[in-house]
């Protein structure tokens, strides 16, 4: 078909310039490919162009990676430690340090999932607790303890997964992902968020009276950033005294920001 | 596919940042390189929503970093398109005659230019093919899928992906060796290459 025969790359040398490195076998690459001498027929300069769009991640290559942290924090917001189980409570802090509820809280929390078996801190969120729960949760915010990628605590099972820490990150991930909710809230990560809430439809509702309960948190300030203090929100503190989350101490307050994101 | 790409993935979709940090940091480069192949300089943007997505659906994704790849390339795809389709505008991507001179010149002054090219550049050259060649192209060099992988994304059959990647590297071959440059082609992007794109579903 060609006049001239060594014009093109053939079949053969184009499925191996084609191929991923490692899959190369070694014997056929040419050795002027490297050193970028231009044959006749072009091709080891293809070859560079090849290699030059293989190159490893480059300046600026990677510049979305926090805004993709985010979104799976959003879609994973119950992260798993790394530490063995007996060192949950540490990670817990350190986990709730890094993230999203203020350290009191966090020692308070881990002080109350020895203790209490979890119960003060969903009492707290405003969740009727599973009553039966005699040893420590699951369902704080500690991984599902299966391990597996799809094994969500969504609120199945006897782990009262609602802690109020947890449901405070899935209001604030529900606000980041503002721009589909509708679609978000399918995502099972969610899950805990819409069984405390009762329903996909009282979710902004819910997270707007999360909000009340906890003044001076500005739930979209900052995705995934501090909450700041937490007046009243220790689980040893007066546990009986939110037996469904209203708004307790703060009659004068209303959310400043609206948590459900809409029109960001 | 290594160890690392395995453990990357399980832990991601376990939901282990640092795993997904990883993973981010394999798929990322060849992602955004596939779809500046696709729709230039808006990649990144489409590729921030492309993660979007990702993260979302993680966690009902089956299978192994190869399939991942793929995964990940048709979520692409997709933002892709309905970025073509929201803009519907007619930007111009500027035609290569400077990059054609860079790598096709004659002399002592091709090496020099072949060191220093940079990999946005070698995409934007291998971009001026033909929307399918181009794809079936960049899903092989810079995502690393296979024929029958690229065929999938792309709704093709393996057999036509493979005639595509290979005409583009003739294709591409014939213009880094011409001695004289061919017209430069502006690559617009238009409806038509919305439908280019769009024909193979």
């Known amino acids: 078909m060609s006049t001239q025969p060594n014009r093109r790359p053939t079949r053969r040398r184009a499925e191996h310039l084609l191929a991923a490195p490692a899959d190369r076998r070694p014997g056929n690459r040419p050795a002027d490919e490297q050193r970028g001498i231009r044959r006749p027929d072009g091709t080891s300069t293809l070859a560079a162009v090849l290699a030059a769009a293989r190159r490893p991640a480059q300046e600026g290559e990677l510049r979305g990676e926090e805004a993709a942290l985010a979104a799976f924090r959003a879609a994973f917001p119950h992260p798993v430690p790394r530490t063995a189980p007996r060192r949950r409570r540490l990670s817990m802090i350190k986990t709730a340090v890094a993230r999203l509820i203020p350290l009191k809280l966090a020692l308070a929390a881990a002080a109350a999932t020895a203790a209490a078996g979890g119960l003060a801190l969903a009492a707290n969120a405003g969740v009727l ?128 920001v609206h948590p459900t994101g809409q029109g960001r | 596919m290594d160890d690392n790409e395995v453990a990357a993935l399980a832990g991601a979709q376990g939901g282990d940042e640092d795993a997904f940090r990883r993973l981010y940091r394999m798929i990322q480069p060849g992602l955004l390189r596939y779809l500046r192949g696709l729709i230039g300089q808006d990649a990144e943007d489409v590729a921030s929503e492309a993660w979007l997505q990702i993260a979302r659906d993680l966690h009902s994704f089956r299978g192994d970093p190869d399939a991942f790849r793929a995964w990940a390339a048709t979520i692409a795809r997709h933002r892709a398109l309905d970025h073509l389709r929201r803009i519907r505008r007619r930007p111009v991507v500027a035609g290569n005659e400077e990059l054609l001179a860079m790598v096709a010149g004659a002399g002592d002054t091709e090496r020099l230019a072949m060191e220093s090219l940079s990999t946005a550049a070698a995409v934007d050259l291998i971009a001026t093919l033909p929307p399918d060649q181009a794809e079936a192209v960049l899903l092989r060099v810079v995502l690393g899928l296979d024929a029958p992988a690229a065929a999938r994304v792309m709704g093709k059959r393996p057999g036509a992906v493979r005639t595509a990647a290979h005409r583009g590297l003739r294709t591409l071959a014939a213009r880094l060796d011409a001695e004289t440059l061919p017209a430069p082609r502006r690559r617009a992007v238009t409806l038509q290459r919305i439908a280019a794109l769009k024909e193979v579903r």
């Open chain 1, 129 to 256: 607790p599973n009553p039966v729960k005699p040893h420590a949760p699951q369902g704080s915010p500690s991984p599902d303890s299966s391990g597996k990628p799809t094994a969500h605590p969504t609120g199945k099972g006897s782990a009262p997964t609602a802690s109020p820490a947890s449901l405070q990150g899935l209001c604030r991930a529900y606000s980041a992902v503002a721009d589909n909710p509708g679609k978000a809230l399918e995502n099972p990560a969610f899950g805990a968020l819409l069984e405390a809430a009762g329903g996909a439809a009282n979710v902004p509702a819910f997270c707007a009276r999360q909000a009340a309960d906890q003044p001076g948190n500005a739930p979209t300030d900052k995705p995934g950033g501090k909450p700041s203090e937490h007046p009243t929100g220790g689980p040893t503190d007066k546990p009986g005294n939110r037996p469904t989350g209203k708004p307790a101490g703060k009659p004068g307050s209303a959310p400043t």
